[in-house]
């Protein structure tokens, strides 16, 4: 896995709001070097799940460019921008947005079978993931029969099934308790330097975000310290 480059110039969000504009990002810059691991804090609507849209080609900026290997994602048309995605970028949500009727190996080989590859690809590639997050055990069991800090091991086994040269998580620890949340973190760090990804995480927590190598700030729409 090689992680990416992404740089952001001048992102802007601009939302509407019965005929008002609420500018979530203004004019941020910033630049995430390939496998860096880095947490980016801000208070609640402070535009740290915009932010994750945009890097993740959820959305598009009202204004300025994110750029990532080189390549614009304004230039993407919804096709090569889906393509991207799926293979280049690996998603961890707070909410796990697992699929209940599937278990756990079902939910990890999803996005391997959804690429075209062969079924017994997707469930080598899977399992050696669930072991690698300590849940071989758990492989046949259902989200609800999961733990709230499996169920997230799960989650993160799937964005990294893919090889993906890009995690983005927003707020994976949310739902957890402190002891399990620092956990998943542990977990996150250990798995990327062993895979060697960028790693992009949002949260509130100074106190988790202190476990990364970079912490930068989102306050009023602007990253401080991200150029």
């Known amino acids: 896995m090689t992680g990416v480059r992404i740089e952001v110039r001048g992102l802007t969000r601009i939302h509407k709001l019965n005929r008002r504009e609420i500018v979530v990002l203004d004019g941020m810059n910033a630049t995430f070097e390939p496998g860096e691991m880095v947490a ?13 849209h945009l890097l993740g ?4 900026p009202t204004r300025g460019t ?10 993407m048309n919804a096709t090569a921008r889906a393509a991207v995605r799926n293979r280049r970028i690996g998603f961890v949500f707070q909410a ?11 939910n990890v080989m999803m996005p391997v079978r ?28 259902l989200p609800g029969e999961l733990s709230g800090g499996e169920q997230q091991r799960v989650a993160l086994a799937r964005a990294l099934v893919m090889g993906p040269g890009l995690v983005l998580a927003d707020e994976p620890t949310g739902n957890l308790d402190p002891e399990t949340a620092a956990g998943v973190f542990d977990l996150m760090l250990q798995m990327n330097r062993q895979l060697g990804s960028t790693l992009i995480v949002v949260t509130h927590s100074m106190a988790l975000a202190e476990h990364f190598p970079r912490v930068l700030r989102l306050v009023d729409g602007v990253v401080e310290g991200g150029s």
């Not at 609640?44 to 994750?52: A, I």
């Not at 959804?114 to 069991?141: F, I, M, N, W």
């Open 40 to 52: 980016i804090v801000g208070q609640s609507g402070s535009g740290k799940s915009t932010l994750m």
């Open 66 to 75: 994110v750029t990532i290997d080189g390549r614009e994602s304004s230039s």
């Open 96 to 106: 796990h947005n697992l699929l209940r009727e599937q278990s756990a190996l079902g």
């Open 57 to 60: 080609l959820l959305d598009r």
């Open 114 to 141: 959804l690429s075209g590859s062969p079924t017994s690809v997707a469930k080598a590639r899977a399992e050696a993931l669930l072991r690698s997050v300590g849940l071989s055990h758990r492989l046949d069991h």
